[in-house]
């Protein structure tokens, strides 16, 4: 049961228009979300994250939204650049337990800017 | 400090064989992470050290796959009888203090590949 969903499996935007990235999530005990950026070979490298009790963080050119009720999030990339081609990383985690220090992703959407 | 180091980056190895992985955390984190990511999903929880404390592991770990972290620094990882599922990209990522999550850093990973 995918907890983390990212249905968009590929994206591809022109240089200097707006990349907007998806995610769902099902699991109402997340509380915590990021989102990861990941070059081919290496492993992923953090972004930018939102707690549930705000619904926007910005930072730079990449804002992400939260949506609780709808339980949906989004990464807006803007402007978009050729080196933001990247696959693009949703990740959860929760509140109790153990679950605050585990991260449950969703399976990626691959972003192409072309030039 | 140049980040989360694991080692070797590329394994091949035959089905049967052992194969072990080196994982060494930035420093002064006290906390680490195994991940797996197989092709087209995100990267799946394995097990967590605190210090030399394994605290979780997770049902996909089998009884052919154990972590250790002695003297709460480097981290190895060893499958056993490898077999051709066990093909994926292993995860090493470290954090301290506070909400774990909220430093987690991810090295560039070992790919495994059993033929």
């Known amino acids: 049961d995918q907890q983390v969903k990212q249905n968009s499996p590929s994206l591809s935007v022109q240089e200097g228009r707006i990349s907007i990235l998806n995610c769902d999530y099902t699991n109402s005990m997340f509380d915590y979300f990021l989102w990861y950026k990941k070059y081919p070979a290496e492993g992923p490298t953090f972004l930018i994250s939102?707690?549930?009790?705000?619904d926007k963080n910005e930072d730079g050119r990449f804002t992400v939204f939260l949506n609780k009720s709808a339980k949906h999030l989004s990464l807006h990339i803007v402007p978009s650049q050729p080196g933001d081609s990247a696959v693009y990383f949703c990740?959860?985690?929760?509140?109790?337990?153990?679950?605050?220090?585990?991260?449950?992703f969703g399976k990626g959407t691959l972003l192409t800017v072309n030039p | 400090d140049t980040g989360v180091s694991q080692d070797p980056r590329h394994k091949i190895t035959k089905r049967g064989q052992n194969v072990t992985f080196r994982c060494d955390p930035i420093s002064e984190h006290n906390r680490l992470y195994w991940y797996r990511q197989t092709l087209g999903q995100g990267p799946e929880f394995l097990t967590y050290?605190?210090?030399?404390?394994?605290?979780?592991k997770s049902r996909l770990l089998s009884d052919r796959f154990s972590a250790e972290r002695p003297k709460g620094s480097f981290s190895t990882l060893e499958i056993q009888r490898t077999e051709q599922g066990d093909s994926a990209m292993y995860l090493c990522?470290?954090?301290?203090?506070?909400?774990?999550?909220?430093?987690?850093?991810f090295g560039s990973g070992t790919r495994l590949t059993v033929v």
């Open positions: 990740a959860a985690s929760g509140r109790g337990g153990g679950s605050n220090y585990k991260l449950t």
């Open positions: 939102i707690s549930s009790i705000k």
């Open positions: 990522a470290s954090s301290f203090g506070g909400r774990q999550v909220y430093g987690y850093t």
């Open positions: 050290f605190q210090n030399e404390a394994q605290l979780e």
